[in-house]
């Protein structure tokens, strides 16, 4: 099942506007539920590969949070006067990290979602004539990232062969073959565009994108979430202020919810991409 | 009128010293085939660059000289639009795609020319069938194997409707099942559409049947010949047309079918085994008799796998069996398990090496060979069965070039001892990178493997020319005669005819054949080489058969 790219981007600014702007920790439990609420039907058959970077992302703003600030009022307990960590810990502090710490494990959330429904040929192929050169670009050098991850695997592997450690502190010395094998491959792939006729007169579309109602919901809903947020800016979550959250606004919640309309229109046309022309 | 012609082509890379390609002429008729040989690094590549514009347009250089593809002038055209008329398929399998899936990908180029839809329909579904990729088209590229991929990449290629496809070595990293049938599809290409081919290719057997002209480049230098009177001048050619040198048949038949014929006049080799000791000899030679390799019987009765010849009717000479048990066991294997993703790679391999042997594995793609050989090498944990090797131990992988990434040879080899260094004398200087490909191969098992005693390679032959694929037998002989072991994983039959004492088979995680190459590569459908397919007998290669 396919949505529009542009579907996709819409919700996915809609729903990182949401996640930034109103920090309030009942919507963004809300949110963080809609957004796999949306994964599980549209990228079920992919596995997740970075939700440890999402978690790491979450962890470490409340440890510098936590460590570094020195401000609010509920302290938790005093160290003595060490350089930069000394002083007065407090949970005001701990809880402005967890908060900080949710909003970027959403924007890693909302960013699975995209990558896991948006093929980047589409995007490439939506983009204006113009830009369509450096969409191209743009869209190889995403295709590399997980060909560099194996070359970074088989470097690896060929460095334990020579009976050279393979420990993070080899990391530098693995970046510069990363580099030349990226490289070569770069090169490689544009001899290849070169010889396929690549870019020399306006092209053709093999699979056009349709528009579907579904495709419409969505961005109709998005867009409306984002007029809400824009429109009645909600008073922000602030722990330093009050370590309580406040109720959240009739529509800061009418946004989050309305961030659900591509899990709610999954069913809608079961058509395979693939198969448009079948 | 010809398609393409090349009149006084020189070149030179940017900030190369000796030129790339010096006063090249040639032309090519329309439906004509042309195979293009030479040694890597002798400008292969380069010319058939040339032939596309990408050369020298995206690699800039100094170009003289000028290259007319259907009346287009190389110099004035871009690639992208000379891509029209000339298909290209490149030598790395997974280097040439764009997209994300088989149907997207085989549209790309025709997107590119703004054809219509429906008739790009139409021609998917054509290329599709005349590729014979039906079950492919809706996988996503990154599943598919090498050979699929240059199925594909074919494909995509005939898609434009080119005057004419140019392949650039495009088995040269598969291994023969696959380049068997990437070769297929050429061949069907040229008998069904009468395409125009030019195609660089190592394995000549099997197309210099087809072919109208050989092209032979040599440092730059193009010879443009008939195909009897280039293979009759050396270079890659099939072991029939060696045999036929040395018997003198004339004209040189290129393939089994013409040499059929020939073959007949032969003396008939008695079948293999020879019947007695001592009788074998004088019936007709063994396998490279006298030059230092050991014949002997592999394995003793009971030891689990089957004999060529099988354990009990074998009839070996009686100095052969002391020799076996001269020779240390280097490394003993028992009863190996490996299982990994639920698939069971290696399941119960019982194996002996000893110093001095040169061990050829062969099988099918997933018998097994890679993980058994990164297993005794101590890649990976064996899940059941014990290991023991008196040596160190070194592997060599498919991919040679991950090995290497310094600056240049020197600091590749840093430490090494002299006599190691000493080959590679004239390359110190260079960008390991830079190096064709067998230079790479020799310098990587250079680097990994100069010092061990136990010496595991994994498919050293590929992309490998018939004179560097010889200096690494050479090479790996010698290192035997060292008192090393050495264990190949290759699917190179006429190689390790040429090269191994011993050649195991390989299928399901099992070995299910042991012994002389003479015997289990003889009594072979796959695993035959061509003058065993023509001769029989137990004879290998070209220069075993009396004539």
Partial sequence: ?278 | MPLITLEGVGYRYPEAEPPALVDVSAAIEPGQVILLRGPSGSGKSTLLRCLNGLVPHSTGGEFRGRVIVCGLDTRAHAPRELGAHIGFVFQHPDAQFVLEDVEAELAFGMENLGLPLPLMRKRVEEVIDQVGINHLRRRRIDTLSGGERQRVAIAAALAVHPQALVLDEPTSQLDPQAAEDVLQVVMRLVAELGMTTVIAEHRVERIAPLVDRIWTLDSGVLKDQPPRAALAEGGARPPVVDLALRAGWSPIPLGLRDARVYAQRLPRPPPYPPPQAGEGKAHYPLPRAGEGRAHYPLRQAGEGNSHFPRAGEAKFHEGDFREAGAAPVLCRVENLEYRYNGVQAVRGVSLSVRRGQVTALMGRNGSGKTTLLKLIAGLLRPQRGTIHADARAAYVPQDADALLFASTVEEELRGQPPEVMAPFHAWLRRYPRDLSSGERQQLAIAVVAAQADLLLLDEPTRGLDPQVKQALSAFLRLRAAGRAAVVIATHDVEWAARTADRVLLMAEGKIYADGLPAAVLSDSLVFATQISKLVGGGLLLPDEVPV
């Fill in chain 1, 1 to 278: 099942m396919i949505r529009h790219p542009l579907a996709w981007c819409a919700w996915a600014t809609a729903a990182l506007a949401a996640a930034f702007i109103d920090r309030n920790p009942f919507l963004q439990a809300l949110l963080l539920l809609i957004i796999i609420n949306v994964f599980i039907p549209y990228g079920a058959a992919r596995r997740i590969r970075i939700w440890k970077i999402g978690l790491a992302l979450a962890v470490v703003p409340i440890i510098f949070s936590v460590a570094l600030s020195r401000f609010g009022t509920q302290v938790l307990f005093t160290l003595p006067d060490i350089p930069i960590i000394g002083g007065r810990w407090t949970v005001d502090a701990a809880v402005f990290g967890a908060s900080t710490g949710a909003a970027l494990l959403l924007t890693v959330a909302v960013f699975a979602v995209l990558q896991t429904t948006v093929r980047s040929a589409d995007l490439v192929a939506i983009l204006p004539q113009p830009f369509y050169r450096a969409g191209t670009t743009v869209a190889l050098a995403l295709a590399f990232a997980p060909k560099t991850v194996a070359s970074l695997h088989s470097i690896r592997e060929a460095r334990q062969l020579r009976g050279q450690r393979a420990g993070w502190r080899s990391a530098p010395q693995l970046l510069l073959p990363l580099l030349l094998t990226t490289l070569e491959r770069a090169l490689q792939y544009g001899e290849s565009l070169d010889a396929r006729g690549f870019g020399s007169r306006r092209r053709s579309r093999y699979r056009p994108l349709p528009w579907s109602i579904a495709d419409l919901l969505i961005v109709v809903g998005s867009l409306a979430a984002v007029a809400a947020i824009v429109l009645m800016p909600p008073q922000p979550y602030n722990p330093y202020l009050d370590l309580v959250p406040g109720v959240p606004t009739v529509p800061s919640l009418l946004a989050v919810l309305l961030l659900a309309t591509p899990a709610v229109t999954a069913g809608l046309s079961r058509m395979d991409h693939a198969a448009h022309h079948a």
